[in-house]
């Protein structure tokens, strides 16, 4: 069965940067994207950027646009987060997520079959 496992998450400054690291394991074969979705403490799971593996097509949320860079290697299933200038509302429990079913929306929280145990990164003001 497919495996998520992240890392890099920690304790930043606010302006800080931080990478963030997905490996996925055990049938990964035919993903169709993998991605980053994140949660804060009383909301709900907010969408932040996805690669989709037959193009390399990126779509990034609003709120990172321009900050954050999503890469990775499609041979190999994964997956980084590149975060750049972060801020103190960045804060949240960052998921790897994956799943093989073509979807035309990207930039949704819903739709993924895998997900990661999720890693804490914590933004300081």
């Known amino acids: 069965q497919v495996q998520l496992v992240e890392s890099g998450g920690g304790l930043v400054r606010a302006g800080g940067s931080l990478r963030l690291s997905c490996a996925a394991s055990?049938?990964?074969?035919?993903?169709?994207?993998m991605g980053w979705i994140r949660q804060s403490p009383g909301k709900e799971h907010e969408f932040v950027a996805v690669?989709?593996?037959?193009?390399?097509?990126?779509v990034y949320a609003d709120s990172v646009k321009g900050r954050f860079t999503i890469s990775g290697d499609s041979a190999k299933n994964t997956v980084n987060l590149q975060m750049n200038s972060l801020k103190p509302e960045d804060t949240a429990v960052y998921y790897c997520?994956?799943?093989?079913?073509?979807?035309?929306?990207?930039?949704?929280?819903?739709?993924?079959?895998?997900w990661g145990q999720g890693t804490q990164v914590t933004v300081s003001s």
């Open positions: 055990g049938g990964t074969f035919s993903m169709h994207r």
């Open positions: 690669i989709r593996w037959n193009d390399a097509v990126t």
């Open positions: 997520v994956a799943d093989r079913t073509p979807s035309r929306v990207l930039n949704s929280p819903r739709g993924y079959d895998y």
